[in-house]
């Protein structure tokens, strides 16, 4: 099967938190998507590997993904090794991906900032005929980093205004992970994300990156090269009126 995007991700919950409004936009409008994680997060303090897949199935019901998968870099290894990027040249060669969505390089988990690294890296080594994994090589048109934790200045802000109640219905399918009602049943232990607040602080970053753009609720994305417009004053209508800061 053939893929329009396709999101990786080092952990279940990290694409959902960052960028599922997107996804959910995008499987709207008729694109095929899919979530990859490196890991299946058993280091996490609350759940279990087996509670995570579960949780990343019905989260993938939610989004529409056409795919989604789990690779078996061990959780809190995510390492630049050979090994670790032809698993990921392997799984771009297999769904072909017009663009890929990766973390941010700068975040603060380990595995987020490798998971970038190891994606970009996976995403030019893919399209080298001479690399031989047994298929059709295969290169991404553009990697796009989503934001984990720390800020970026966006190349482009996603409206997710219609689609913001879905992305929090995905992110909410972590029963273990965030403040849920079930949540109790998963240890009584709290953590940073599991916090009430947590789902606060997602639905105002969502708003703040919606302000930029003058809509409710946006998600943020960065390139790491000049972006191509062919005709600027088509490119900038009357809606950029209101983004003036
Ligand atoms: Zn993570």
Not at 203 to 218: E, H, L, N, P, S
Not at 236 to 243: A, I
């Amino acid at each position: 099967m053939k893929l329009d995007i396709l999101a990786f991700g080092a952990h279940a919950d990290d694409v959902e938190l960052a960028c599922s409004g997107t996804i959910i936009k995008l499987g709207a409008l008729g694109y095929k998507t899919g979530i990859i994680t490196l890991t299946r997060g058993e280091m996490a303090t609350r759940g279990s590997a087996e509670i995570r897949a579960k949780e990343f199935q019905e989260a993938s019901e939610m989004i529409g993904l056409a795919v989604h998968a789990m690779l078996d870099v061990p959780d809190g290894c995510v390492e630049d090794t050979w090994e670790n990027k032809l698993k990921i040249i392997k799984e771009i060669r297999d769904y072909k991906p017009r663009v890929v969505f990766a973390p941010y390089w700068i975040s603060r988990h380990p595995d987020h900032e490798e998971t970038s690294h190891l994606v970009r890296k996976a995403a030019y080594l893919a399209g080298l005929k001479k690399l031989d994994t047994a298929q059709e090589p295969s290169r991404p048109n553009k990697v796009i980093y989503y934001q984990t934790r720390f800020e970026f200045d966006p190349s482009f802000i996603v409206d997710i205004s219609d689609f913001h109640e879905q992305k929090v219905k995905s992110i909410l399918a972590y029963k273990s992970q965030f403040d849920h009602p079930q949540k109790a049943e998963f240890g009584d232990e709290e953590t940073l994300i599991s916090h009430p607040e947590f789902m606060d602080k997602i639905a105002t970053r969502d708003k703040q990156y919606g302000a930029y753009i003058g809509v409710r609720y946006g998600e943020p994305f960065l390139v790491r090269e000049a972006l191509k417009v062919d005709d600027p004053v088509a490119f900038f209508g009357p809606e950029y009126l209101d983004t003036i800061p």
